[in-house]
């Protein structure tokens, strides 16, 4: 397994878990005007050192796509994704809604639009997402910050794009099963088992991505979103201290479902966001990534800068890395 040795420049210094009390908001290391949290671990050196040898050649498409009846948060209340057409062809010569008239015979005019969640399919969670109270990362209160429509800081449109080292931590291989039992709890010591296995290991500034082989659950949406297996607190802090800029899972909620932190029914993503700084991407499809046995990688990704929102859709891509 090849490795990349970045030079130590203090970021080790920068990692906001070291410092957490339980369930305290965290102030910044990077300043009380930070809203992204360990995202500023990735320096543009470690982004250009990276990508300098990465394998475009052979890129691993991560997400998943949309369509009706896909697993969301449904169960929660929240809506369903939801696609229509707001032009057909033969529908906008009837209608004539362009304007065109005559035209529209010869112009086949097809639009749609969509509504959903904003924490659908494969997307990246902001840190405005989940806090203690009415307060979130970096002490943004609520009284201060959250608007009629939308919080005015830590949203969607502040995170950058991300290029930096990418880890796979495969749980689900390392127990030499297709998907963890319903509500398995990942903890530090199944992944520092799984990066021993591997090979591999984390560091600051990296993105880790955590299999427990949900996405194999997919095509089935009640069985994806029921009990799922994913991280524990214990695996989150583990993760959070070795200095991850942030984290993904293939399942829907990244955590352990249902939770067993008495008096915390999310107890990782309050953590993570509040305590650590860790934005968390979710829904990622690592199923190639495992097949591949691809450990180390270039990850890329970028959410949709949708202002002042809790997560927002993306697209993250993974490369080899060169020798």
Known sequence: MCGINFVDDGTANKIAAAAASFRQITESPFGPDDEIGMLNLITPDMARTVFSRADAGHTLDLSVDYFLGMPSFTAAGQPPYQIWMTNTPRGTAI????????ENELVGYSGDAISMYTHCGTHIDTLNHFGYGRKIWNNFDADQWLG???WMCAGAEKQPPIITRGVLLDVAALHGVD????????TAQDLADAARHQ???VRPGDAVLVRSGQMTLWNDPQAYITNEAGVTRDGAEYLAKAGAAVVAADNLSFEQIPSTEEGNWLPVH???????GIP???VVDMEALSQEQLYEFCFIGAGIKLRGATAAPMRPLAMPLRD
Do not use: C, K, Q, W
Not at 180 to 185: C, E, F, I, T, V
């Open 95 to 102: 209608d004539n809604s362009t304007g065109f008239g005559a």
């Open 148 to 150: 009629a429509r939308h």
């Open 179 to 186: 998907v963890l039992p319903p509500s398995y709890g990942i």
């Open 199 to 201: 090979g591999v290991e």
């Open 270 to 276: 309050t953590y993570l966001f509040a305590e650590a």
């Open 280 to 282: 968390i991407m979710e």
